[in-house]
């Protein structure tokens, strides 16, 4: 992959609008900040090469060196990406009980990663007000404090900076599909540091179709509810259509068609909805907002989850075959989208000569993918 600097992460993501906010640039050095929701540069910096435009999810990404690297063969556009196994999910009596977004799969298999030593810390996205916010959780008690979605852009990888900052050795994060690239290619040592060691001993992916802008958002929301009251906000797999707002006492439909625009531009553009480069990814099973879809990647997703069910930290199911065929579906729905859009904005595998890339994908995988 090709590594530029500051200047580049500027001219290349930020100019274009394709800032998602994720933080992976964040916390590296004292120029990149994030303050609710939107990352900037604070002062010039001249680096010709730098780990932020090496972490950045929107700038130069090569979907066949990271699929090479972690998963040891070229991309193949496949809607759901490289998977071991797929079961139906949700916590078991070994977790505590929380208020989680749907089956609380996810916090299960961050307490008992926490629990086994197989992390040290989880970076995991908790709010301050209704702003996204990164939390280093080192305690498995803290978990659950962190649990729900908050269907907005996140800095989180901020917390996993921090997290490398403070010496943790093995971390484990959960996050969005455009956080976990942005993870793997931190991952990749990109700049061939020799001192490298990889960080991250766990990456538990979202599925995620889109995200929102938290300023506007809250800027929104704000003209219909005292944001202060808001405890959880949902969106319920389709047919539903509508974004949910729930206060302590009332419970607030927005329809999907009034929050659409505000989509950030980046989410237009990002092809994966089920987070590809994870070890083992979570969405919300379709038709049961209790339970959660789980997707296993790696070798050692596959024995984090094993060994959680053996322990009853998380109860699996089979998944029926109507439910991975609407997944699989949904997925190549999303890869065609933001292909379509990418190619249309000159983003995706511009010329050596041209202007850079957002993403780098082979040709004929992407005449499959769009057809
Ligand atoms: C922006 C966004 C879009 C999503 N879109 C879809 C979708 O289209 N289809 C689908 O099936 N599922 C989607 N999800 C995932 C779904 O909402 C649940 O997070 C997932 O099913 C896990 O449920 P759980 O009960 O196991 O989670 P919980 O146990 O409640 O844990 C939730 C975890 O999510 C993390 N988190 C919360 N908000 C964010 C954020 N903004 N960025 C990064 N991490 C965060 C927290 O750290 C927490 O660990 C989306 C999530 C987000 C954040
Ligand atoms: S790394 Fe994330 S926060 Fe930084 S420029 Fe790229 S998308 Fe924005
Ligand atoms: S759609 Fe893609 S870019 Fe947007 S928040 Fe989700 S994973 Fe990130």
Known sequence: MQIFGPNELLEDVHKRDLCIGCGACVNLCPYFKNYRGKTAMLFPCTLSEGRCYASCPKAELDMDELSSLFFKKPYDGSPLGNYRDVFVAHAGKGMTDGAFQAGGTVSALMVFALKTDMIDAAVLTDHKGMVPAPRLVTHPEEVAKC?????????????????VQEGYQHLGVVGTPCQVMA????????????????????????????????????????????????????????????????????????????????????????????????????????????????????????????????????????????????????????????????????????????????????EEVVQGIIG
Not at 147 to 163: D, E, V
């Open 147 to 163: 649990a729900t979605s908050k269907y907005m852009a996140a800095p989180t990888l901020a917390g996993l900076n921090q997290g």
């Open 183 to 362: 993870v793997a290619k931190m991952r990749s040592n990109l700049l061939k540091k020799e001192a490298f060691v990889d960080p991250v001993a766990l990456v538990v992916g979202l599925f995620c179709t889109w995200a929102l802008d938290t300023r506007e958002l809250l800027a929104f929301l704000s003209k219909k509810v005292e944001i202060s009251r808001i405890r959880k906000t949902d969106i319920p797999p389709p047919p539903a259509e509508v974004f949910i707002v729930e206060t302590g006492d009332e419970v607030i439909e927005i329809p999907l068609e009034a929050i659409r625009p505000l989509v950030p531009n980046a989410c237009h553009v990002c092809p994966d909805m089920t987070s590809e480069w994870a070890d083992i990814s979570v969405g919300v099973l379709e038709g049961a907002p209790d339970r959660n879809t789980l997707i296993v990647r790696t070798e050692r997703g596959e024995r984090l989850v094993q060994e959680a069910e053996e322990a009853g930290y998380l109860i699996l199911d089979k998944m029926p075959d109507e439910n991975l065929e609407h997944l699989s579906l949904a997925a190549a729905n999303k890869k065609r989208r933001s292909l379509n859009r990418a190619r249309e904005e000159g983003l995706l595998n511009s010329p050596a000569d041209g202007p850079r890339a957002v993403l780098r994908i082979a």
